[in-house]
C-alpha cells in the first residue's frame, strides 16, 4: 500500500520575506511559492516602512501570510530577524521580494539539508528574471573576502535556506549590516562553526537582480560602496583567528589604500573619504561591538581557517576585476 503524501509530515519551511517598496513583486513572489510543490511551508512578510501599500496588499489578498511592519526601514539583517522571532520551522528561509521560485525550489532545498546533517545552509542556482541566463550557484570570494574570483563558494545570496538550530546557535543575521555582506558574513560563520554551506542540487529561481554591469563597466553608487567596504572589514575582524587577521589585515588595507590613492590621483575625492573613509570611522567607532562578537565567534569556533581559505581564491578579487572592466562608474544614490 502506498504512503499517502502529508504536509505535516514534512519538516515545516518558514519562508521569511524583507520587503522595502516592493509590491509590484511580491504578488509573482509568493503565488511562485504556493504553486510549488512542497505545501509543508509558512509565509512570513517583514515590511521595512514602505509607502507603497506592501502591507495593506499583502493584508487583503494574502490572509494567510503573517504580515510583520517594523515601522522604518531597519535594513535587511534587522528585519530578517525579526521575521525569525516569527517563525515556527525546522528550517528558516530568507528569499529575496524579487523572486520568483521554481516549483521544486523549496522539495530540493529540504531534500539537500535532510540527507546530510552536517549541512547548516543551502542555496540555489539564480537565473535572471526571464529565465534565460544563470547570474550565480553561490557566489566565490577571495581570502579577503570579496565577492569575485574563483573558487568554491563562500556564500549564497537572495535565497538563504539554514536550519533553525544553526541560525540560533551562531546568533542570526548581524544586525549593524544594514545590507550588502550581511548573507556572506552569515555564511561565514556558518562555515566557522563548522557547518557546510552547499548549493542544492536542481533547486534555482528567477532573481531581478540589479545589473551592474553597463557597457562593460561596473556601475555602484558612494552609498553601496561605504556599505559594502565597512561591512567586510567588520566580518573580517569577527570571522578570521587572530593569527590568520595579522597576515591577512594589513594586505587588505593595503589593498584598500591602493584604491583610495587611485580616486584621490583621478579626482574623485568625495568617493575616497565617502565610500573608504568613513568606512573606516564606521568601524574604529563600532570596534568594541565588533570584538565582543569576535570574541563569542572565536571561543564557540569549531573549523580552521585554513579549511575555509580552501574555497577561496587566492588572488585579490578587487586587482583582479579591476583588470576586467577597469574604474567603476559611480552613478546617484538609488
Known sequence: MHQIRDKYM?????????????????????????????????????????????????????????????????????????????????????????????????SELVKSAEARPEIGICGCTTLTYDGKAIINSGVACDIYGYPFGEGEPLYVDAAIFIRRDVFDEIGGFDEKMFLYGEDRDICWRTLVYGYDVVVAPGAFFLHDSFCSLNDGRYTTNIWKRHVGERNLIRSLLKNYSIGRLITILPRYLAISLAEILMFILIGKFNVAFSAYLKAYWWNIGNLPETLKLRKKIQTERRVDDRVIMKRMGKKSGKFELFKKIGIPRFASPD
Open 10 to 106: 514534512e519538516p515545516l519551511v518558514s519562508i521569511i520575506i524583507v520587503n522595502y517598496n516592493g509590491k509590484h513583486y511580491l504578488r509573482d513572489c509568493f503565488d511562485s511559492l504556493y504553486k510549488g510543490e512542497y505545501k509543508a511551508i509558512e509565509i512570513i512578510f517583514v515590511d521595512n516602512g514602505s509607502k507603497d501599500g506592501s502591507v495593506e496588499f499583502v493584508k487583503d489578498l494574502y490572509p494567510d501570510i503573517k504580515a510583520v511592519d517594523v515601522g522604518a526601514n531597519l535594513g535587511l539583517a534587522i528585519a530578517s530577524n525579526r521575521g525569525a522571532k516569527e517563525a515556527k520551522g525546522k528550517y528558516l528561509f530568507f528569499f529575496n521580494n524579487d523572486t520568483k521560485a521554481d516549483g521544486k525550489m523549496i
